[in-house]
Nanobody, 122 residues
Framework: QVQLVESGGGLVQAGGSLRLSCAAS????????MRWYRQPPGKQRDLVAV???????HYADSVKGRFTISRDDAKNTVYLQMNSLKPEDTAVYYC????????????????WGQGTQVTVSS
């Protein structure tokens, strides 16, 4: 019923910046929470940042002060501005959202994007 499509990943040198985007489309009434997760090679997927409807945001300690999550509810899009990137930020970044569905589906469901690769070289 809903698709999440990430973009903006790539290869960047340490100290550089990237901006990830995640656009949601489909039977969307509204989106409660939008999140970014990341999964480094051979490791578990961890929460990076979350934006809750109304303006509240939270960040993992490892990215505080360097990453900024923002959203455009009119476009059903969430962004992740990543500055001062480090090699340890290398991972596949995934978008995740709690979506309130509209007719004919209704209810609230959780969705994942397909992921976008971010590689930071030293």
């Amino acid at each position: 019923q809903v698709q999440l499509v990430e973009s903006g990943g790539g290869l960047v040198q340490a100290g550089g910046s990237l901006r990830l985007s995640c656009a949601a489309s489909g039977y969307i009434f509204s989106i409660d929470a939008m999140r970014w997760y990341r999964q480094p090679p051979g490791k578990q997927r961890d929460l990076v940042a979350v934006s809750i409807s109304g303006g509240t945001t939270h960040y993992a300690d490892s990215v505080k002060g360097r990453f900024t999550i923002s959203r455009d509810d009119a476009k059903n899009t969430v962004y992740l501005q990543m500055n001062s990137l480090k090699p340890e930020d290398t991972a596949v970044y995934y978008c995740n959202a709690d979506v309130r569905l509209k007719s004919p589906y209704w209810g609230t469901e959780n969705y994942w994007g397909q992921g976008t690769q971010v590689t930071v070289s030293s």
